[in-house]
């Protein structure tokens, strides 16, 4: 195994002593990179996915340009919908569609128990390519949706805006939704502990909707899932890191569901946070991430805003509160990149 | 003055006993019900804002059918826009447009000061219907958009994703955007004073994209504006309430704005806000209005698990935590309204 050269991001997701502050960013490998955009040129989001020479091409691009402390394989939370046997295609400018979407319980009993080997084998493929370029650099992390983020896809059979239908099957069919919610469990607990298995040297669960939930719908149809996936990964000291938009009504909770960091939206104070869980785990975030529309001096500002928030702590990996957005300036991130790198010696 | 006779809302909203727990529905006057889509079919968006008597008319739609104890005269929070000189266009299954949205200082010095009376006498006109049919049933309540909230619109040029164009704005051009929200804040105080002079009972403000914002920056671009807008209001005794979606993070500050009531969504636990926030202010809300898509024995619950959160306290309005979805049966929000009428007396 190589040793990772540089495992800022590692030693604070385990709340250890570190020199600066770490960071990446959601969406890092994305469409605000001019080099990402000529791969996807040629290609297609899909393709990408299960092409592991272009999912690694593009997974490295930020560690070079923008100068991040860990990368994230380039993938899709869909693929496990797509193991499982539901149909996936990306509609330009539209966004993601699963066809015939899971509406009743005999719909569940269709989906495949996926053998992450062979299902998934072009990600693993992606996962082992990755690390051998980035030769110990910097970590790389591993990710999944939430079970009820996935869910949510397989029953509206895309995005939705008034998700009408996830809460009707949830509501009207429970014991369906539950089931659901299990078998889903289990494909990402297998899928999680695969990547782990290929190289990954931490993992984050992505429940993009679950602040769509009320706080005990929230505990029931998500949390609960994300505990059991949790607790079934097969990992050695490999930091799990789940992050819950807008969950902010249940963050003691999240804080006791097994994950070594929680990562946070940009409406929560990192500082108050800390002061409310305590210790029990590291935070990562999180900036807004509009603020990298403003000028150089509004994103110093208001990133030693977040630094000064969370203050001179162990566990803190510096993020957005939220993917970096497409119109974005790759100077503007670097620069980000670049201030927290200088700022937040001064918190250590 | 024809005195009303059911003023359980009133007196909920400022704190004072009532024999059960007053309630209305965001949206009530809205597209689930098939009384209102005769009208609609009829009529288009705009033009049944602009004619007082089918405003009128879908105004006091749910109080005959649903019996609610309050009514919101029926019109939308971009009147205002349209009032200040932008052309304001409702795209069907798009939402608004504003053409030539605000992209530079130059570009706000052409809105125009508005006079309410003359500018806005259809909502005016549509108040005093709306309160003589009424007859003193229920209270009115009148309504605005926040200047924030405005201002993303006029700004955006209608809705938005990303909401990338409002943020550029206030980071950019911060003096520019205070400008705006100065402008805009006058109107909406003008708008709503000529509200009450017509007749309403009860005003409400919608700060319906205050939750995209940072904590900091909520305080400086939206509730600022709502508190001056609140202190300029022209009033006897009717009660304000200020409905902050996604603003869980500034509750403390939003209870000291001025506003009697202050609005829940469905992700804050109720009860734990009135322990928090003290008895300054009332509070409305905040049933997950997806709940209505379950039966009637799961509507019951959660009904009943949101009085029971707010407890025997004074003070509380019954609500939805968002509006009433457009697919949501009539039957369904009656029951609700019938439970809320019958479960809350023991808590009174």
Same mark, same amino acid.
């Given at each position: 195994?190589?040793?990772?050269?540089?495992?800022?991001?590692?030693?604070? %997701?385990?709340?250890?002593?570190?020199?600066?502050?770490?960071?990446?960013?959601?969406? /890092?490998?994305?469409?605000?990179? @001019?080099?990402?955009?000529?791969?996807?040129?040629? &290609?297609?989001?899909?393709?990408? %996915? #299960?092409?592991?020479?272009?999912?690694?091409?593009?997974?490295? /691009?930020?560690? $070079? *340009?923008?100068?991040? $402390?860990?990368?994230?394989?380039?993938?899709?939370?869909?693929?496990?919908?797509?193991?499982?046997?539901?149909? +996936?295609?990306?509609?330009?400018?539209?966004?993601?569609? *699963?066809? $015939? @979407?899971?509406?009743?319980?005999?719909?569940?009993?269709?989906?495949?128990?996926?053998?992450?080997?062979?299902?998934?084998?072009?990600?693993?493929?992606?996962?082992?390519?990755?690390?051998?370029?980035?030769?110990?650099?910097?970590?790389?992390?591993?990710?999944?949706?939430?079970?009820?983020?996935?869910?949510?896809?397989?029953?509206?059979?895309?995005?939705?805006?008034?998700? &009408?239908?996830?809460?009707?099957?949830? !509501?009207? /069919? @429970?014991?369906?939704?539950?089931?659901?919610? $299990?078998?889903?469990?289990?494909?990402?607990?297998?899928? +999680?502990?695969?990547?782990?298995?290929?190289?990954?040297?931490?993992? /984050?669960?992505?429940?993009?909707?679950?602040?769509?939930?009320?706080?005990?719908?929230?505990?029931?149809?998500?949390?609960?899932?994300?505990?059991?996936?949790?607790? =079934?990964? #097969?990992?050695?000291?490999? @930091?799990?890191?789940?992050?819950? #938009?807008?969950?902010?009504?249940?963050?003691?909770? *999240?804080?006791? %569901?097994?994950?070594?960091?929680?990562?946070?939206?940009?409406?929560?104070?990192?500082?108050?946070?800390? &002061?409310?869980?305590?210790?029990?785990?590291? *935070? =990562?975030?999180?900036?807004?991430?509009?603020?990298? !529309?403003?000028?150089?001096?509004?994103?110093?500002?208001?990133?030693?805003?977040?630094?000064?928030?969370?203050?001179?702590? #162990?566990?803190?990996?510096?993020? +957005?509160?939220?993917?970096?957005?497409?119109?974005?300036?790759?100077?503007?991130?670097?620069?980000?990149?670049?201030?927290?790198?200088?700022?937040?010696?001064?918190?250590?």
């Amino acid at each position: 195994m190589t040793k990772i050269t540089n495992d800022l991001f590692l030693r604070a %997701c385990k709340g250890k002593s570190v020199e600066r502050t770490p960071i990446w960013i959601m969406r /890092q490998a994305g469409r605000y990179l @001019p080099e990402y955009r000529a791969v996807r040129k040629k &290609s297609n989001f899909i393709t990408m %996915c #299960k092409t592991p020479e272009l999912a690694s091409e593009v997974t490295i /691009q930020p560690v $070079d *340009l923008i100068g991040v $402390d860990a990368a994230i394989i380039f993938s899709d939370i869909l693929v496990i919908p797509e193991a499982m046997g539901m149909k +996936l295609e990306m509609i330009e400018s539209k966004g993601p569609k *699963l066809y $015939d @979407p899971i509406r009743k319980a005999s719909d569940i009993d269709k989906l495949k128990t996926i053998d992450a080997v062979k299902d998934l084998k072009y990600v693993l493929d992606a996962v082992s390519m990755t690390k051998r370029e980035l030769n110990g650099r910097v970590p790389l992390i591993g990710f999944a949706g939430s079970p009820w983020t996935l869910m949510t896809y397989m029953v509206e059979g895309g995005g939705s805006k008034s998700f &009408s239908e996830i809460k009707k099957f949830i !509501y009207n /069919q @429970p014991e369906a939704a539950h089931k659901l919610l $299990d078998k889903i469990a289990d494909a990402v607990a297998e899928y +999680l502990s695969a990547k782990i298995e290929a190289g990954a040297n931490a993992l /984050q669960i992505f429940d993009t909707w679950g602040g769509l939930l009320s706080p005990a719908d929230f505990e029931e149809f998500s949390l609960s899932y994300i505990e059991k996936i949790i607790s =079934q990964i #097969k990992r050695k000291d490999e @930091p799990v890191i789940v992050f819950a #938009k807008g969950v902010h009504y249940k963050l003691n909770k *999240l804080a006791e %569901c097994g994950a070594d960091v929680i990562g946070l939206d940009w409406t929560m104070d990192i500082g108050k946070v800390r &002061s409310k869980i305590g210790k029990k785990v590291a *935070l =990562q975030g999180n900036l807004d991430p509009t603020v990298l !529309y403003g000028s150089e001096e509004k994103i110093r500002t208001e990133a030693v805003n977040v630094l000064k928030s969370f203050g001179k702590h #162990k566990g803190h990996i510096f993020n +957005l509160g939220h993917g970096i957005l497409p119109d974005v300036s790759p100077a503007k991130a670097k620069f980000l990149v670049d201030v927290i790198k200088e700022e937040s010696r001064k918190f250590h």
